[in-house]
């Protein structure tokens, strides 16, 4: 992991998605960034975000109709509830090379959603 393009902001924003495992928000990732710099703006929040994710140290996960959320970098798929936006983890293993005989043609990288509904809104439907 290459860190010399980034900024001190840059670094505890690494931090903060990498040892999150809610997938958070530009918004909540800015709330924690305040606890450590607390005259931070949103913007340079964003800024980081966008350089880290151009230097693939994380990872953004986008849903229709949610806000953008960031992970760690480490290889899981999720699941995603489509009632709340819930995104859970899950580990189905890397299936690149299934993809790859599939397709026919390398593959860099994916990204896999799995569309569910979490354990709170299949209750609340009950």
Not at 44 to 50: A, E, G, I, K, Q
Not at 113 to 120: F, I, M, R, S
Request: charged share 25%.
């Amino acid at each position: 992991m290459v860190l010399s393009t980034v900024t001190k902001y840059g670094k505890q924003i690494l931090e903060i998605v990498s040892s999150s495992r809610s997938h958070m928000t530009a918004e909540e990732i800015f709330w924690a960034l305040r606890q450590t710099y607390p005259t931070v703006v949103l913007a340079t929040v964003y800024n980081n975000l966008n350089r880290l994710l151009q230097e693939d140290l994380i990872h953004k996960i986008s849903v229709e109709g949610m806000p953008d959320r960031y992970d760690r970098i480490q290889r899981h798929d999720h699941l995603v509830c489509r009632a709340c936006g819930k995104l859970m983890d899950i580990d189905l293993g890397d299936l690149t090379e299934q993809f790859e005989k599939k397709a026919g043609i390398p593959i860099l990288s994916y990204d896999l959603k799995l569309n569910v509904l979490c354990e709170a809104c299949r209750n609340k439907r009950k």
